[in-house]
């Protein structure tokens, strides 16, 4: 296995090919400048693990080299004349890793920078360590539940960040789908860069490249995989194989992208419907995580339901209400088909009503009922009954605006139009 990177920073030619070839010798990876500013403009792209410099050299110094790297940048073995080291003492005192005489020891060289290296990448990894910890403390609030579905999940949310490899996530309506992908992408090696959402029943072939463009050197979440049409799902294989898609002027389009997907549904039903492509489904799955419904858990509904009821609470400037053994009846005996979702939304309408002294999980649960809530006037009851009717046809058809209108008796248009109206947002009940 090679040495950890070395970055030379010497003006003079002879003594910079020979601690080149020392450390290629070492096994080491070495990169060699003459100029101290030159040096700094590569500092970020090479990422050493150490820096030896020289201290007197034309324009930029070993000292002023020192100064102008960041404390918690790679640490700096300085290379001394017999009549440097003063300067050389005072440039350790304001944090320069230690410096070697001319003419130099080889073996003792090596040994400095092996330990400078050694202690950097030390510390480089308690950082990464500290961040790995925050970002399991922040798992642990954005996908709450104490059964152990979810500390698993959360367990295997943890060991395939990091692959870099596509994860295919299976999981009801309501489960959570995008909120284990975003976890995934910012607990891997793509955090700093873009995280793209996209609905695959919406993409074309004609504008496959412009859409997911975003997400290059980032990752692409894809929701319900399962409706990609067939000539797009033949793009997603060749980005996935060849990091590569055809431009709308016919160029071809370099892209590096992880590729996260999601579904609610059978992908081996939707392979043997011949509606997913076999191949894409073998390398959209390299690892798979499957999100337990919220009935599976019901250990975690008193917990999730305490959580949004502060949550709601906060936003409408009350006191959080008191979960009741009544509630807690309700709360359990319910199906929950809308999953963790669904428990938001009625835990919010359960804070809504307490706004007014009013309310209860049962009510908040089936709120077409709800008696101690009707609106004052016929409008806003119609209004209400078709905001809910909508809402719940949406749900149970995932979506599918078609059969939504079919459900409700109306056309399309009316739908759309009482959409607008009521001022419905369809993702809202998905």
């Known amino acids: 296995m090679s ?3 070395v970055m030379i920073v010497e003006d003079d030619h002879e003594i910079r090919s020979s601690l080149v070839d020392l450390l290629d010798a070492a096994g080491w990876t070495a990169s060699a400048f003459p100029r101290a500013e030159d040096a700094l403009k590569q500092l970020d792209d090479l990422q050493p693990a150490v820096v030896l410099s020289d201290i007197q050299m034309p324009g930029m110094g070993g000292l002023a080299l020192l100064d102008t790297i960041p404390g918690d940048g790679p640490p700096i073995v300085l290379i001394s004349a017999h009549g440097d080291i003063p300067m050389a003492v005072d440039a350790m005192s304001r944090g320069a890793y230690s410096f070697v005489e001319k003419p130099f020891e080889p073996r003792r060289l090596l040994t400095i920078l092996s330990h400078a290296a050694d202690q950097y990448q030390m510390k480089a990894a308690n950082e990464r360590l500290k961040d790995r910890l925050v970002s399991v403390a922040g798992l642990n609030r954005i996908l709450l539940g104490q059964s152990a579905a979810m500390q698993g999940l959360r367990d295997t949310i943890m060991d395939f960040s990091d692959t870099g490899l596509p994860v295919l996530i299976k999981g009801e309506t309501g489960t959570g789908k995008e909120l284990v992908a975003r976890a995934l992408h910012n607990l891997g090696p793509r955090a700093e860069q873009n995280f793209l959402a996209l609905n695959a029943s919406l993409l074309t072939a004609e504008t496959l490249a412009k859409s997911v463009h975003p997400a290059d050197g980032g990752t692409l979440f894809l929701d319900e995989v399962g409706a990609c049409p067939v000539d797009v799902q033949a793009m997603f294989l060749r980005l996935i ?3 590569e898609l055809p431009a709308e002027d016919g160029s071809i389009l370099s892209l590096d992208i992880r590729i996260l997907s999601a579904t609610n549904e059978n992908v081996d039903e939707a392979v043997a419907a011949g509606t997913l492509r076999s191949d894409l489904l073998f390398r959209l799955n390299p690892f ?3 999100i337990p419904p919220l009935r599976e858990r019901k250990d975690d509904i008193l917990l999730l339901a305490t959580h949004f009821l ?4 906060q936003t409408y400037e009350i006191a959080t209400p008191e979960i009741t053994a009544q509630d807690v009846k309700a709360l359990l005996a319910h199906d929950w088909p809308g999953n963790v979702r669904e428990l938001r939304s009625v835990a919010d309408r359960r804070t809504h009503a307490a706004r007014r002294g009013l309310g209860s999980f049962a009510e ?3 709120p077409l009922v709800d008696q101690d809530d009707v609106p004052d006037t ?5 209004a209400s009954f078709e905001r809910e009717l909508i809402g719940k046809a949406i ?3 995932q979506g599918r605006m078609d059969a939504v209108a079919e459900a409700l008796g109306i056309g399309r248009r009316t ?3 009482k959409i607008v109206k009521l001022g419905l947002n369809k993702d809202a009940f998905l």
Request: charged fraction near 25%; proline fraction near 4%.
């Open 310 to 313: 502060d949550t709601a609470a």
């Open 378 to 382: 016929l409008r806003e009851a119609v």
């Open 241 to 243: 194989e060849h990091k």
């Open 415 to 417: 739908l759309n139009e």
């Open 3 to 5: 040495k950890p990177h």
């Open 395 to 397: 749900q149970s058809h």
């Open 288 to 290: 798979t995580i499957s």
């Open 364 to 366: 908040a649960i089936s």
